[in-house]
């Protein structure tokens, strides 16, 4: 049974950068669309983006900033987190896209704020 470990996480200024991983336990990438979730403090769950083989889609909310890649050869996908905003503060998951309730993780807490 595949599992999902988010990490990458942490406090940042606005502006600032990060890169989240999502490690899979086994390969899954070729199989499954892949994409990055967040949910904020009183908000849906929401798409940020999302990737299967090189095509990538993205919310309007964080294109341009960010950037979904995969490295299929160590099961990960990232999500490169540029010009964060304090509206981007959530918890972000990876899963399939559309999700596959068995898979998801605890996620990764980020923050952006001054």
């Known amino acids: 049974q595949v599992q999902l470990a988010e990490s990458g996480g942490g406090l940042v200024q606005p502006g600032g950068s990060l890169r989240l991983s999502c490690a899979a336990s086994?390969?899954?990438?070729?199989?499954?669309?892949m994409g990055w979730y967040r949910q904020a403090p009183g908000k849906k769950r929401e798409l940020v983006a999302r990737i299967i083989s090189a095509e990538t889609d993205y919310a309007d909310s964080v294109k341009g900033r960010f950037i979904i890649s995969g490295d299929n050869a160590k099961n990960t996908v990232y999500l490169q987190m540029n010009d964060l905003k304090p509206d981007d503060t959530a918890v972000y998951y990876c899963n399939t896209a559309p999700p596959q309730e068995r898979l998801w993780g605890q996620g990764t807490q980020v923050t952006v704020s001054s």
């Open positions: 086994r390969s899954i990438f070729s199989m499954y669309v």
